[in-house]
């Protein structure tokens, strides 16, 4: 691999680990702010928080419109993956426990491989699908463990984290084209602020509820805003413009592994055995899903050694 290519390449990972970093803090941050915010009034707060730091940061930077060509991903994405996904995600924990939506909303990154196979041409090596396979079986795991005895799950909340596994999956395969025509701060700007108008109707609720809220969840929205959707998501896009968006799909299952050490660390919540096993699953596949096939020896007076093709990580 050339020197550019591979400086590339720990860019894209660089930026996927700040990714998956930000969104496993963001399921502690949510719940404090999910207490005092109904869903659809914390998705708006959340998104008009993202839109105004990216704005700014697009106009010091002075990138401008992004070209038609890219609309169509921009506008898609934004629908699905910043309004529908985060206000059905945010409705659906209510009406499960937090492991039952953890192993549904984890069926997004099998979703979005296959939809990348049929709609992006992508393929589906065998090291991706099996590294997959582990990392869903630990978030399984960790969804098992974290349900114990007092988990709960209606019809409805079942229903809502399975569309929100819908729209994220549909959501990063619109992106995906999309980032072939603009860069991944004009792609973030533009459907955060899509997802942000989407979610308009709750604004109502938004200006009721923050009036009365502590102040303690109001400044956890405003987190998720900056960090988990403007830096996070803009990290995202830089990272998939890079790679496939199978692969960055399976890299998103080592958030359940972060959460649990999160919440060990920050909530003070000792997980158990079979969370710690679940986890450490997650990372595994995380890590085959992500290796590359190693390069076959040349033999002896036969040239310099071919590279085994791998067009994953272009």
């Not at 719940?31 to 008009?48: H, K, N």
């Not at 955060?192 to 604004?203: D, E, K, Q, R, T």
Request: include cysteine; charged fraction near 10%; charge should be positive.
């Amino acid at each position: 691999m050339p020197a550019s290519a591979s400086s590339s390449a720990r860019l894209a990972l660089a930026a996927a680990g700040v990714t998956v970093v930000l969104w496993a803090s963001a399921f502690v941050s949510i719940r404090s702010a999910g207490d005092a915010y109904s869903p659809g009034a914390l998705a708006l707060g959340r998104l008009l928080a993202g839109t105004l730091v990216l704005v700014a940061v697009l106009l010091f930077r002075r990138e401008g419109v992004p070209p038609r060509a890219a609309w169509p991903g921009i506008v898609v994405s934004g629908l699905l993956w910043f309004g529908v996904y985060m206000v059905v995600l945010n409705w659906g924990e209510r009406e499960v426990d937090a492991g039952t939506a953890a192993m549904l909303v984890n069926i997004g990154p099998v979703l979005i491989a296959l939809l990348g196979a049929r709609f992006l041409g992508e393929r589906l090596p065998p090291r991706l699908l099996t590294g997959m396979a582990v990392s869903f079986a630990g978030a399984v795991a960790v969804g098992l463990s974290m349900s114990g005895e007092g988990g709960h799950a209606s019809v409805l909340g079942v229903v809502l984290c399975l569309l929100a596994a819908v729209a994220y999956a549909g959501g990063v395969v619109a992106q995906k084209p999309a980032l072939a025509h603009a860069s991944a701060l004009q792609v973030t700007t533009y459907g955060c602020a899509i997802g942000a108008a989407a979610c308009l109707p709750f604004a109502g609720q938004l200006v009721t509820e923050a009036a009365r809220a502590p102040l303690a969840a109001t400044a956890n929205m405003v987190y998720l805003g900056v960090f988990p959707t403007a830096l996070a998501f803009t990290t995202w896009a830089y990272a998939l413009a890079r790679t496939t968006a199978g692969r960055m799909g399976a890299t998103t299952y080592a958030v359940p592994a972060l959460v649990v050490l999160m919440a060990w660390a920050l909530l003070g919540e000792l997980p158990g055995v079979w969370t710690l096993a679940g986890g450490a699953l997650c990372l595994a596949g995380v890590a085959v899903s992500r290796s590359r096939p190693r390069t076959r020896t040349a033999a002896p007076g036969a040239g310099a050694p071919e590279e085994a093709p791998d067009r994953a990580g272009t």
